[in-house]
């Protein structure tokens, strides 16, 4: 397709008539053929040899790698253009390459949740005939992030980008970034408030929004309107569209240089090396059976007074995985029991779950490779419709579908680590990870320039990371989302969220899971504001009320989070006074000792819903560590030392869990062991043990008296009951293992 | 070239006592030994004081074996929980914590589940040694999950392509 006049605003490109597909076929005919070839044979569009790959293995692998170069500088390119952290700092975006009918070929670094979310979009195009009915054209853009449709949460936008060549589709581009706002009901990128759609904000459903390279002019209003930042809101948008012209030109250029059908052949292989690569690395690092794990997520929305009636309830999710590992080199991920979809901002579509599973095996599985769709189309999942991880309904609030992803991708990396282990790679394995959640959102108007400043500080991608059965976990710098994990600078961050000022950050004692390797840490901040009005401030925090998620082979939980906020303080009068004012929480307890407030409320909900602030009120907020390996008793004394030292644990929890006894210079933060008293304190933890414990028969037994009871907590009752009514085979399970009635139920009105 | 694999490497794998270094550049990188697995379950059996082959580890220290009576759990002090059949966690000996000063003995106040929620952490030990082997955080009434299958036959027969250790 040749441009036919060019001018300084915007190309005009000759128009292609329908069918756009190759060799005259309709988008929808090429996918419906390829959906064919992969049900009949089990390979990506039948390919029983990789012919190009074998046969011209340096133009194949040099194609790859221009393709994976242009990706990435795509990427490094276009952020610069943004103005927003959460893009130019963090990088928080992607870009992909995808076949006509949606298929990922490559990507680029950064979120690469992204690999299928484009895919789904693009075969929602497909499926809708968006070929004959919106045009699918040289020259057009299209947005979505209708989560339902193919996206993570709503703040994801992508920008899609049609390349064609010689009158046909060749491929498209897809660029995505996390927004700092979309106009939901609240401030924020990742609203906890939101109980449905109609809050979560601006919404593009694979949405035509440009032609000729340019958006249209109603498209750029509705941003700029509909959005509390509609700079960055501009830029963002400005940047995927420049990247995906990048990849496009790209695309055109390798190309002319080895003809569209050489190209076409070494998609098609891409995607299909993708997939065997997957199936060729389960062999050789899993160990074939079935495993199990189960995540909760536990929302306390009664407790902190939800803002909306129907969500102002105590609830939590359950998130089974249930993950098979075929002996052809398959995997299978079943959600059989997962809770109902709720009136929550959790609800995460099939889509999102997918992007999840690619995150998750890039990072335990796949560190190399071909990572695109072949490795989706070599596992098998079910994300039981109707339920939370893959509802069905558009209308439900999908704004923090993390809230479901991370905990259900805990279990997942719980059951690919004991494979690893069952298979001797120990270095491999990991307990899981502090989940995110987030941290401080909200904004304000600063009062000198009447300006609004959001606040969507990215330093929660910094969480623990679990240990392995080697070594411990990395303190307070893993995201599961993001590979790429930075908390960023504070004077970044500052320089954005003018009014919310950091007073400290620093390592959060005995946040780390428990084990003979220990999770990483977590940390703790907390800030004030100034110079502003309008202040509206949350917290999105996880694991408050209870645990999501455990440790492995004897490793305990990271410990539960809290919030602390104290509202109209002398803080002002202590800086005039230059007298002491707070920067931490730590031990937990003791912020109110400098500092006077008619307001402090201390919750361990770990969640506060949209709450106004004024200058001069304190936030604080902590960060998950991550889980442990390994029985502590085992942990040796030096590590402990160490741990002392570091502020990673206090000396009363070394002795109660790890039975070492010393004392700790808080000055020059040595520990000094008692050799003595930890050989008889760890004796008598082990003594404990036998004295403290029973048959794991007599717990059944006395657990099963309070199941026919029915001595479930509220939020619990909710849980049990959501389950039973969605799934009968999960319920089933239950009432065989505690060897139940067959009539036995448990709804909310039993409770 | 693939990964250090010799018998001194995994043994310090094992114990946990190589430096990060060692461990980053001679274990972690990619390609691993294709032999890793016998390689482990040589070490793991040269390190127990009874004879039945360990035919796959389910954690640090428990194991199914092969045995004149089946295949079964057995755990490294040589206690025998079960045959394979059934759930090894409903032969351990467990200690359930679930009030606020039994969690605190672990977290502080603050870091602790709420006591309204219901939540329990249950510590299994091997009644033999006492050793903790695995621990739960669930709500209450949650079942005890068997959280690994291993399909052994179809390991070593199709993937390995040799005969189980029990069965030579």
């Given at each position: 397709m040749s441009k036919t006049t060019d001018t300084d605003t915007a190309a005009e490109y000759e128009r292609v008539d329908p069918p756009i597909g190759w060799d005259g076929q309709t988008l929808q005919e090429m996918l419906d053929h390829s959906e064919q070839q992969l049900e009949e044979t089990g390979r990506y569009k039948g390919l029983e040899e990789l012919e190009m790959k074998e046969n011209q293995p340096f133009e194949y692998e040099q194609l790859y790698s221009r393709l994976r170069g242009a990706l990435v500088s795509a990427r490094e390119t276009a952020l610069n253009i943004s103005a927003s952290a959460i893009v130019r700092e963090i990088g928080e975006l992607c870009f992909q390459l995808y076949t006509p009918e949606g298929d990922c070929v490559a990507l680029s670094t950064g979120i690469i949740v992204h690999v299928h979310t484009g895919s789904l979009a693009i075969k929602y195009m497909i499926e809708q005939d968006y070929e004959h009915r919106r045009g699918i054209q040289p020259g057009d853009v299209f947005c979505n992030n209708d989560?339902?449709?193919?996206?993570?949460?709503?703040?994801?936008?992508?920008?899609?980008?049609?390349?064609?060549?010689?009158?046909?589709?060749?491929?498209?581009?897809?660029?995505?970034?996390?927004e700092i706002d979309i106009g939901g009901k609240t401030a924020g990128h990742d609203l906890i408030d939101a109980t449905e759609r109609f809050e979560d904000g601006l919404y593009a459903t694979c949405e035509k929004i440009g032609e000729n390279d340019e958006?249209?002019?109603?498209?750029?209003?509705?941003?700029?309107?509909?959005?509390?930042?509609?700079?960055?809101?501009?830029?963002?948008?400005?940047?995927?569209?420049?990247?995906?012209?990048?990849?496009?030109?790209?695309?055109?250029?390798?190309?002319?240089?080895?003809?569209?059908?050489?190209?076409?052949?070494?998609?098609?292989?891409?995607?299909?090396?993708?997939?065997?690569?997957?199936?060729?690395?389960?062999?050789e690092r899993l160990f074939p059976g079935t495993y199990r794990d189960t995540s909760f997520m536990p929302m306390p929305f009664e407790e902190r007074d939800h803002p909306e009636p129907a969500a102002s309830q105590d609830m939590m999710n359950h998130l089974p995985v249930e993950m098979r590992v075929d002996t052809d080199g398959g995997l299978e991920v079943d959600m059989t029991g997962a809770s109902p979809p709720g009136p929550h901002t959790y609800n995460a579509a099939e889509g999102s779950m997918e992007g999840g599973m690619w995150v998750s095996l890039t990072q335990c599985l796949l560190h190399d490779g071909k990572v695109n769709d072949g490795s989706y189309f070599a596992v098998d999942t079910n994300y039981p419709e109707g339920s939370v991880v893959n509802p069905q309904d558009p209308s439900l609030s999908y704004q923090a579908s993390w809230g479901s992803i991370q905990?259900?991708?805990?279990?997942?990396?719980?059951?690919?680590?004991?494979?690893?282990?069952?298979?001797?790679?120990?270095?491999?394995?990991?307990?899981?990870?502090?989940?995110?959640?987030?941290?401080?959102?909200?904004?304000?108007?600063?009062?000198?320039?009447?300006?609004?400043?959001?606040?969507?500080?990215?330093?929660?991608?910094?969480?623990?990371?679990?240990?392995?059965?080697?070594?411990?976990?990395?303190?307070?710098?893993?995201?599961?989302?993001?590979?790429?994990?930075?908390?960023?600078?504070?004077?970044?961050?500052?320089?954005?969220?003018?009014?919310?000022?950091?007073?400290?950050?620093?390592?959060?004692?005995?946040?780390?899971?428990?084990?003979?390797?220990?999770?990483?840490?977590?940390?703790?901040?907390?800030?004030?504001?100034?110079?502003?009005?309008?202040?509206?401030?949350?917290?999105?925090?996880?694991?408050?009320?209870?645990?999501?998620?455990?440790?492995?082979?004897?490793?305990?939980?990271?410990?539960?989070?809290?919030?602390?906020?104290?509202?109209?303080?002398?803080?002002?009068?202590?800086?005039?006074?230059?007298?002491?004012?707070?920067?931490?929480?730590?031990?937990?307890?003791?912020?109110?000792?400098?500092?006077?407030?008619?307001d402090v409320d201390r919750s361990t909900a770990a969640v506060l819903f949209p709450t106004q602030f004024d200058n001069n009120d304190l936030l604080h907020w902590d960060m998950r560590g991550g889980p442990g390996y390994g029985d502590p008793l085992e942990r040796p004394v030096e590590k402990l030392v160490d741990d002392a030292e570091k502020g990673i644990y206090t000396p009363d929890v070394i002795e109660d869990v790890y039975g070492v006894v010393g004392e700790l210079d808080e000055e020059d933060r040595e520990f000094e062991v008692d050799e003595e008293a930890t050989e008889a304190r760890r004796e008598e933890l082990r003594e404990e043990r036998e004295a403290e414990s029973v048959p794991a028969t007599e717990f059944w037994e006395s657990e099963r008296e309070r199941v026919l009871d029915r001595e479930f907590s509220d939020p619990v009752t909710w849980m049990y009951s959501g389950v039973f009514e969605r799934s009968p085979e999960w319920t089933e399970s239950f009432r065989e293992f505690w060897d139940l009635p067959a009539d036995y139920s448990i709804s909310e009105e039993e409770a | 070239m693939s990964t250090k694999?010799?018998?001194?490497?995994?043994?310090?794998?094992?114990?946990?006592?190589?430096?990060?270094?060692?461990?980053?550049?001679?274990?972690?990188?990619?390609?691993?030994?294709?032999?890793?697995?016998?390689?482990?379950?040589?070490?793991?059996?040269?390190?127990?004081?009874?004879?039945?082959?360990?035919?796959?580890?389910?954690?640090d220290h428990l194991f199914v074996v092969g045995s004149d009576d089946g295949r079964l759990v057995k755990a490294e002090c040589g206690h025998e929980l079960c045959s394979t059949d059934e759930n090894w966690k409903l032969h351990t000996e467990v200690r359930v914590r679930e009030d606020p000063d039994q969690f605190e003995e672990l977290y502080t106040e603050q870091q602790s589940p709420h006591p309204d929620w219901g939540f329990q952490l249950r510590e299994f030990f091997c009644p033999g040694c006492y050793q903790l082997v695995e621990v739960e955080a669930v709500p209450t009434g949650y079942p005890i999950l068997e959280k690994f299958e291993p399909d052994i036959d179809a390991f070593y027969e199709e993937w390995l392509e040799t005969t189980p250790p029990d069965r030579r």
């Open positions: 989560n339902d449709i193919g996206n993570v949460h709503t703040t994801d936008v992508h920008t899609f980008v049609p390349i064609f060549h010689d009158g046909e589709l060749i491929a498209w581009a897809d660029g995505v970034t996390h958006l249209y002019q109603d498209w750029k209003e509705r941003g700029k309107r509909g959005t509390r930042t509609p700079m960055y809101w501009d830029l963002d948008e400005k940047c995927r569209l420049a990247g995906c012209h990048m990849i496009r030109n790209t695309v055109k250029g390798m190309i002319d240089d080895v003809g569209a059908e050489t190209f076409k052949q070494f998609m098609a292989e891409a995607v299909e090396e993708g997939r065997q690569t997957l199936n060729e690395r389960v062999q905990p259900t991708y805990n279990a997942v990396w719980k059951n690919i680590s004991r494979s690893f282990l069952a298979r001797g790679f120990r270095e491999e394995v990991n307990a899981g990870f502090g989940m995110t959640s987030d941290a401080v959102q909200g904004g304000g108007q600063l009062d000198a320039t009447g300006e609004y400043w959001a606040v969507s500080t990215f330093d929660l991608s910094c969480q623990g990371l679990g240990a392995s059965a080697a070594r411990d976990g990395l303190d307070y710098g893993y995201a599961m989302w993001n590979p790429e994990s930075d908390l960023g600078d504070i004077e970044k961050w500052e320089l954005l969220e003018h009014g919310a000022v950091h007073l400290g950050r620093r390592v959060k004692p005995n946040t780390a899971g428990h084990g003979k390797y220990r999770g990483g840490s977590g940390w703790e901040g907390l800030r004030t504001f100034t110079g502003s009005s309008d202040i509206s401030m949350f917290i999105g925090g996880w694991d408050g009320v209870g645990f999501s998620t455990t440790g492995m082979s004897g490793g305990y939980p990271y410990a539960c989070g809290y919030t602390v906020t104290a509202q109209d303080t002398d803080f002002a009068e202590r800086i005039a006074k230059q007298e002491k004012y707070p920067v931490d929480d730590t031990p937990p307890g003791s912020l109110e000792e400098d500092i006077e407030a008619e | 694999n010799d018998k001194e490497t995994i043994r310090n794998l094992i114990d946990g006592t190589l430096s990060w270094e060692e461990l980053r550049n001679d274990v972690l990188p990619d390609p691993k030994a294709s032999n890793r697995f016998e390689v482990v379950r040589e070490v793991l059996e040269e390190r127990v004081d009874w004879d039945e082959p360990i035919l796959v580890p389910l954690n």
